[in-house]
């Protein structure tokens, strides 16, 4: 099989195997978890700013603390998240947006 260019959208791993389709966009996971993250910080966003949709979604960090910058439009929202073992938010909150 030769090797994929396949980027996890949330960690950036090169490895696993599970797609979803988000916001008419096929993205590319490594594992449940991660897609489930993805999900979880994209939502509470959207919950938190009323947007409809998201433009731009930029991740750093790890598990235990992912800095999420959300653009839409002129406008950007940075959510700093940490997450369970099933990839569920356990603590959110808005963080300056000027890094
Ligand atoms: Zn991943």
Redesign the pocket.
């Known amino acids: 099989m030769p090797r994929t260019e396949n980027i996890?959208a949330?960690?950036?791993?090169s490895w696993?195997n599970v797609w979803r389709t988000v916001g008419g966009r096929r993205l590319f996971?490594?594992?449940k978890v991660?897609e489930r993250e993805y999900l979880a910080t994209l939502k509470e966003i959207k919950k938190r700013t009323g947007w409809k949709k998201l433009e731009a979604v930029r991740f750093e960090g790890g598990r235990r603390g992912r800095r999420c910058v959300a653009k839409s439009g002129e406008k950007s929202y940075t959510l700093m998240a940490s997450y369970d073992r099933a990839g569920r938010i356990q603590f959110a909150s808005e963080a300056e947006s000027d890094l």
């Open positions: 996890c949330l960690c950036g791993s696993g996971f490594c594992c991660c």
